[in-house]
């Protein structure tokens, strides 16, 4: 997608990822290709370690091996409303004691804005399915501790892969230092945890000062990001700032 945009357009990228299209983004930036091509990136509900992962829901996916289950049941489309996940799901809900008729908190901790007629038009086109592959290769990295490609579990299969016997890993200390990075996390986030999001400012200590806009929202959960009905005011104004600096 990046090769496909970059060449249509002759021009870079403004990245703009929220929750795994954050850990896409910083996988990406440990190659300088794709760096290259990208001129700024903003990450809302960023991602980059998962071994500290608070969200009950999805340590409970992970700790029950749902997705492997579903694999191995030969179910390559993880829908959480489809019939054998969804049957599996119901267990999940059970076994970590979380009230799963609101999916959304129960995933990413408690919003603080939801505006009815976003949840209306959410639940017309939610839950959209993943690859099964998708959650396991999550999952993979909730039990690793680190962000690496996908883990055939096959030696030599990694080896066809990636010509190596495991998984190439991403490094976040990789990410480019004069990057410009627009990173927003909130305080509620189970997916994206405070905790985490430290780690990664860590991690990017000594990038740039003028190239790093951070912007704290301690009463925003995961989805807020994309459902709080203040989200344009005090998240998208600056973001647009940050997207239209010079
Ligand atoms: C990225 O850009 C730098 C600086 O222009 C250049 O030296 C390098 O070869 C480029 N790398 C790739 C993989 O295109």
Redesign the pocket.
Known sequence: MYDYIHIQTGQKLYYVGNSLGTLLALAAFS???L??MTKSAALLGPIAYLGQLSSVFARTIVTTFLAEKAYWLGVSEFIPEGLVVGKILEGVCVLSLIDCNNVISALGGPNCCKMPSTIDVLFDHTFQSTSTKNIVHLSQMVRAGNIAEYDYGDENENMAHYGQPTPPMYYMTRIPKDIPLFLAYGGKDTLSDVNVVQLLLENLKDHVKDKLVVQYRDYYAHFDFIMAENANRVLYDPLLAFLMTP
């Open positions: 190659q300088e290709k760096v290259n």
